[in-house]
């Protein structure tokens, strides 16, 4: 089957969207907002006040789906705030782990990243010699200048051009008993940990891209802990991991261990305060949310 529809003109969209029944705003101004975010772009958050033959329900304002709008891009925000912050200190304790039992060069030899595969480790490497090259950092320049046998960086400067799947492929690459040890650092075993990484690095993805996260089910999902051994991931509130209060949660456990001082949960809180209209329930916070010991 071929795609069918044709491109239309900024003046079009809003013609079809007023036709549609879409109030509060006159053609001019709906030019305005679409010539600044894409009508496919805004498509996604008129999507629960569409009605089955396309068009709005009744009351549904420009202001509402705005409303929405930049209530995500807050969101976003907020989640790579909280990411960086995490991603900063995980990659401190992989390095330290990894340097301290095979040396500043270890990294280069793969039976030191027994988790990856030939092809994975080379192109682990691949991509952290292409940075290297690329980068005008003050601390890649100085170490080739004054190191001229070293055709690598040491791991400490090396993680400092990795993206977060970069340090999530080099935590992949830890034996088993490092990949424990930095796990439990932070409390949890080491197939959670490895989830919250793997969720976190593609939270980030969708946040750089400028992706809807507000109302997403997330494919890749943060392991909650075992209520056995972790009840405070359970009790007052069961903690889900499909949505995006799962993610907060979890970045949330890491600041606290990582920032304490961190006022990150105090803004997120500001922000649902500053978007009553926005249903907890479509992000997959339980009601008493603020109860459970995580958010304590």
Not at 262 to 267: C, D, H, M, V
Request: charged letters at 20%; aromatic letters at 12%; one cysteine or more.
């Amino acid at each position: 089957m071929r795609y069918p529809k044709p491109a239309i003109t900024f003046s079009a969209q809003a013609d079809l969207l007023l036709a549609r029944g879409l109030a509060g705003a006159s053609k001019a101004q709906l030019v305005a907002k679409l010539e600044a975010v894409s009508y496919y772009r805004l498509s996604a958050y008129w999507v629960p006040f569409r009605r089955p033959d396309d068009s709005f329900v009744p009351g549904t304002t420009l202001d509402l789906i705005w409303h929405r709008y930049t209530f995500d891009r807050q969101m976003r925000l907020l989640l790579l705030d909280a990411i960086e912050r995490a991603e900063v200190a995980i990659r401190t304790r992989i390095v330290n782990h990894h340097a301290l039992a095979y040396g500043p060069f270890g990294y280069l030899d793969r039976a030191n990243l027994p988790g990856l595969q030939v092809h994975e480790h080379r192109d682990l490497l691949e991509r952290i010699r292409e940075e290297a090259r690329r980068s005008r950092e003050a601390f890649v320049t100085h170490f080739f200048a004054k190191y001229t046998t070293e055709t690598d960086l040491p791991l400490w400067m090396a993680c400092e051009l990795m993206t977060f799947g970069g340090m999530f492929t080099l935590y992949r690459g830890l034996a088993k008993p490092l990949q424990q040890a930095l796990a439990g650092h932070f409390g949890v075993a080491d197939t959670v940990f490895e989830s919250w990484l793997r969720a976190l690095n593609q939270a980030r993805n969708l946040c750089a891209h400028h992706a809807r996260v507000w109302n997403r089910v997330f494919g890749l999902r943060p392991q909650i802990p075992r209520a056995n051994k972790h009840p405070q991931w359970h009790q007052p509130v069961a903690i889900r991991d499909d949505r995006i209060f799962g993610l907060l949660s979890v970045l949330r456990y890491l600041l606290r261990q990582t920032a304490p001082a961190s006022a990150w949960s105090e803004r997120l809180k500001a922000v649902l305060a500053a978007y009553p209209d926005i249903p907890l329930a479509d992000m997959g916070f339980p009601g008493g949310w603020e109860q459970s010991p995580i958010w304590h």
